[in-house]
């Protein structure tokens, strides 16, 4: 216990005295302690402390990007580039799912970098969002597409990727039209434009559910539902969406014996016929999403 408290104090001078913080790139510091008001010139270490401490702080590795392993990627490809030209090809003939767009009116900004004067033109690019059917490592993503690693970046939000293809929210670039998207993704950029706030986006699977005919399956909400992009705001509405269901299948049964005579065994013919209906439609989305899929 006693070597324990001495090696926690000794780790703790040494970190104040050479100014070793893991969250900055040391180099030579010129700026005072703000315990002492010293200035430290010499003794500073001449390595980022990301590599002195990187079993400690993992994170602060930029190769902890190799060891992400998810579904979604984004891409920067460079016409001027045969390998990255290759890959576009490869996209559109692999039948992947992604949305692509060409960059050849953006400029530099004042703040973007140094070398460049703002309104300077930038190369034309590429954007690309990739979504693969299993989680990957990006390595192997770019041995498959014969191009750097370092092209492929996790994507943490697909709606925000796919809105910036456009430069949606961003005022101060140049707005793309978003038919110049191709990839099966670009539906769903479509239907993100269309509905641009949460509300609209739940209207819209509300007006889904009312617009279905004869009884509606769950199931079947849920694949246009994903094919619409919308399957994070029907996730969120939880048990709401069988509540609606309810509802519409309710207001389906009480139409298709409304304006007939009560007979015997007449109400449940009727019911036996929408749900047969109901069938049906939930078998050919099945088919379309499988299809889709």
């Known amino acids: 216990m006693v070597y324990i408290v001495l090696y ?21 510091l010129d700026r005072p302690h703000t315990g ?6 010499d003794i500073a270490p001449a390595v980022p402390c990301s590599k002195l401490l990187k079993r400690s702080f993992p994170m602060s590795n930029p190769s902890h990007m190799d060891k992400t392993k ?3 990627w984004v891409m920067v490809l460079y016409p001027e580039d045969p390998s990255h030209q290759n890959c576009i090809s490869l996209l559109k003939q692999s039948g992947y799912d992604f949305a692509c767009i060409l960059h050849d009116k953006d400029t ?17 690019h590429w954007h690309v969002v990739l979504k693969v059917k299993s989680p990957r490592y990006r390595k192997p993503l770019a041995e498959e597409f014969d191009i ?19 430069h949606d929210g961003y005022d101060t670039k140049f707005q ?13 950029l479509e239907t993100l434009l269309m509905c641009d706030n949460e509300g609209e986006r739940v209207i819209e699977i509300v007006h889904m559910i009312d617009q279905s005919p004869g009884l509606c399956t769950y199931r079947e909400i849920l694949l246009k539902a994903c094919r619409a992009g919308l399957y994070g705001d029907f996730r969120k509405l ?16 009480n139409e298709l014996v409304s304006d ?21 439609c939930g078998c050919e989305s099945r088919k379309k999403g499988v299809q889709n899929l």
């Open 70 to 72: 998810t579904r979604t």
């Open 238 to 253: 939880g048990a709401g969406v069988r509540y609606l269901l309810d509802e519409h299948n309710d207001e389906i049964k």
């Open 108 to 124: 530099w900004d004042e703040d973007e970098s140094p070398d460049h004067a703002p309104g300077d033109p930038k190369k034309p």
């Open 148 to 166: 750097k690693p370092q092209c492929f970046e996790p994507c943490r939000d697909v709606k925000k990727a796919l809105l910036y293809l456009v």
């Open 36 to 41: 002492t008001g010293r200035r430290h010139y």
């Open 260 to 280: 007939r005579k009560p007979t015997a065994g007449a109400y449940e013919k009727a019911i036996s016929q929408a749900e047969f209906t109901g069938f049906v």
């Open 176 to 188: 793309y039209d978003v038919n110049d998207v191709f990839g099966p993704l670009s539906s769903q």
């Open 8 to 28: 926690t104090i000794l780790w703790k001078w040494l970190l104040i005295s050479v100014d070793l913080c893991p969250f900055q790139c040391a180099g030579r």
